[in-house]
Each structure stands twice: as structure tokens, then as C-alpha cells.
């Protein structure tokens, strides 16, 4: 068995090896890009490790692994189009490098490169593997149109939010446990179990991210912190700001989410001040703490030995331990 930093080495070196040989160029260049910017790699380590869990030839699968990463970073290419953002991982964004129609086109051409690397896996595995993927693709655009409608509104419930992270964020990285089950031939039971695992890690590493753009530290967290509270975005946080906030705090909090023209860094401080009062930062610990205990629950009830799982346990611990 291999540790997580193993399995990330391996398939950071699949990865690397990909040829991208087809014509034009100018097509391929920006996901060559994309794909050599980094990252976590979180996807492709937890279906890896998944898999490792039923059987000890993770290479087998490297295919699909790269297919969910190849799918992850398409997501950010648009992402980063629809929000204008300049930067990702410390680097220009692929709009910003060429332009917008390259990060559309290119980013479509990821999406059918995903496909195609998904449906390289054992054809009597193709009918599961292929549903799975798509249903999450799916979900996945759905909980973007959620968290685009909520820019709109001041009303966001809780359960609202959570259900949209679930769907943006949490079932990929399900998908990504149960990919690696079914594809070592695991029991639906081992893999539904799986599937909840990381549908609820899932839950806990999004609050998570949301809570370090507020109190993480820059020099880790890699990028300013704050870019949350300036661009008004519907978080855990806020939402829940908003919603046990006194009136005098819901008039401030709505009077700088209204203002257009402030000083980014005033803005930043005087709503993490409220965040401060109203205590939604211990909440949304409290919550993450929640929902990776259950996590674990999940894993607990996979059928195989403890010391099998202790690698996939240790990475997820790793990740909720993590400040950038």
C-alpha cells in the first residue's frame, strides 16, 4: 500500500506524461497550462486511495484519475471566466493569459478529454462508472446555478447553502471514493459507504475553505484573504451572519454588502469584526468538526481491515488540518 504523498507522486508523473499532440496547438496549449498550474490533487488521491483500500495496483486506474482532474480543473477554467478572477494558484487565469473564447473552447475540449480518459476503465465497469460521472457532472452544474441565484439574494437559508456546496463541491470528491471502490470491484454496500464518506468530507473541506478566506493566514493561505467578504459571496459565514444578526448588525452588514465603492480593506475588517461578535466563525468550526466526524463514520463501515484505511484516514485528517 501507498502513503498519500506516493500516490500523489504517481499520479502527478501519469499526469505529466500526457500527450496532447493534436492540432491546433493554441487549443491544447491552455490545458497544458491549466493541468501544470498544481494543486492539491485531491480527487485523484482520494479515488487512488479508495482504491487501494480493495486492491494494491492503483496504476491500473490512473486513467480515470486523470479524467476527474482533467474534469475538476475545466470546472475552474469557466469558473474563473464567470467570476473575472485574475488569478489561480498564483498564476494568470487562462482568460487572462489568451483570452475568453480560448478559456471557453479550451475548457469545452477538457470536458470531452475527461469523457474520453473515463471510458478507458474495463468495459464491464464502463455502464456504473460512466453513470456515476455523469450524474455528478450533473449535480456539479447545478450547484453552480444555485451559488449564481444566490448572488441575488439576502434570504439564503442554511440548508440552502449546504446543499449547494454539496452539489458544487461535496459529490465530486464522492465520486472520486466510489469511483476508486467500484473500479476495485468493491461491494455496492463498501461503495455507498465510500460515496457518503466523501460526500460528507466533502461538506467539512468546503466550510473549511470558506472559514480560511476569512481567518487564514495570507503568507500560507497563498492568496489575499477576504475576497469572500468583498465580493459578497453567499457563504456559511455570511449567510448565517445575516440570519442571527441583531438590527443594528443586519443594517451594517447589508449597508457594505450593498456599497460599490469602499476600501477593500476597511470592508474586510469591519465585517470580520461582526463575524467576531455574531460568533459565526466558531460556528462554521463547529460544523466542519461535524460533518468530518461523520465522515469517518462512513469509513468506519467500509468492510475491510483497519489498517487498510489507515492511509485514506490520514490523508483526510491532513486535509482538514491544512490552512491553505
Request: net charge negative.
Amino acid at each position: 500500500m501507498n502513503t498519500s504523498n506516493e500516490i500523489l507522486q504517481l499520479f502527478n508523473q501519469y499526469l505529466d506524461r500526457q500527450p496532447y499532440d493534436r492540432r491546433p496547438q493554441s487549443l491544447y496549449e491552455p490545458i497544458k497550462y491549466v493541468l501544470s498550474l498544481g494543486g492539491k490533487r485531491i480527487r485523484p488521491v482520494l479515488m487512488l486511495l479508495s482504491y487501494e483500500l480493495f486492491r494494491d495496483n492503483p496504476e491500473s486506474i490512473l486513467p480515470q484519475a486523470c479524467a476527474l482532474e482533467t474534469y475538476h480543473n475545466y470546472t475552474l477554467l469557466h469558473d474563473d471566466l464567470m467570476d473575472n478572477a485574475d488569478l489561480r494558484r498564483g498564476n494568470a487565469t487562462v482568460h487572462q493569459r489568451w483570452d475568453a473564447n480560448t478559456a471557453i473552447l479550451s475548457g469545452d475540449s477538457m470536458l470531452v478529454l475527461a469523457y474520453e480518459r473515463m471510458a478507458q476503465c474495463d468495459a464491464a465497469k464502463l455502464p456504473q462508472v460512466m453513470s456515476l460521472f455523469t450524474e455528478t457532472a450533473l449535480e456539479i452544474g447545478e450547484g453552480q446555478q444555485y451559488d449564481m441565484d444566490f448572488e441575488h439574494r439576502n434570504d439564503v437559508r442554511e440548508e440552502e447553502y449546504i446543499e449547494m456546496i454539496r452539489l458544487k463541491t461535496s459529490v465530486l470528491l464522492a465520486c472520486a471514493t466510489k469511483m476508486g471502490a467500484l473500479l476495485a470491484d468493491a461491494t455496492e454496500r463498501d461503495a455507498e459507504m465510500l460515496y457518503k464518506f466523501g460526500e460528507q468530507f466533502g461538506l467539512a473541506f468546503q466550510l473549511q475553505d470558506d472559514y480560511l478566506d476569512v481567518y487564514g493566514d495570507p503568507a500560507v493561505f497563498g492568496k489575499a484573504i477576504g475576497g469572500d467578504i468583498t465580493s459578497n459571496k453567499k457563504t456559511f459565514m455570511l449567510i448565517n451572519a445575516l440570519n442571527r444578526a441583531d438590527e443594528q448588525q443586519r443594517k451594517e452588514l447589508l449597508q457594505w454588502i450593498s456599497a460599490t465603492d469602499f476600501n477593500r480593506q476597511e470592508k474586510i475588517a469591519a465585517v470580520t469584526r461582526l463575524y467576531n461578535i455574531i460568533g459565526v466563525g466558531q460556528l462554521a468550526q463547529d460544523r466542519m468538526a461535524r460533518y468530518f466526524d461523520e465522515s469517518l463514520k462512513y469509513l468506519d463501515a467500509v468492510s475491510v481491515a483497519d489498517e487498510r484505511k489507515e492511509p485514506l484516514r490520514r490523508y483526510a485528517a491532513e486535509m482538514m488540518n491544512r490552512k491553505s
